[in-house]
Nanobody, 111 residues
């Protein structure tokens, strides 16, 4: 059974930083792409970042230069380092691997 558990969310002032973690179990983590998505209240869930099985990364335009996705495959953890946070980054952040989703972690950025 695949399980993804996100952590690291919280309340931060604009300009601050947070690092999200997603711990995976039940799959050979290094074989798959890992993604972060987010969903703000009243909005559709949107793609944030991906790290492919080979380490290649991509980001949605609004977070480029501010967010960094990385992975520790032996530990089965994917990270999202978020710097220079803005109020519009406020959302519930989810990780997803091979169609499986975590429960999400809330990020709130105050102005």
């Amino acid at each position: 059974q695949v399980q993804l558990v996100e952590s690291g969310g919280g309340l931060v002032q604009a300009g601050g930083s947070l690092r999200l973690s997603c711990a995976a179990s039940g799959l050979t983590f290094s074989n798959y792409d890992a993604n972060w998505y987010r969903q703000a209240p009243g909005k559709e869930r949107e793609f944030v970042a991906v790290i492919q099985w080979n380490g290649k990364t991509d980001y949605t335009e609004s977070v480029k230069g501010r967010f960094t996705i990385s992975r520790d495959s032996p530990k089965k953890v994917v990270y999202l380092q978020m710097n220079s946070l803005k109020p519009e980054d406020t959302a519930t952040y989810y990780c997803t691997v091979r169609g499986n989703w975590g429960q999400g972690t809330q990020v709130t950025v105050s102005s």
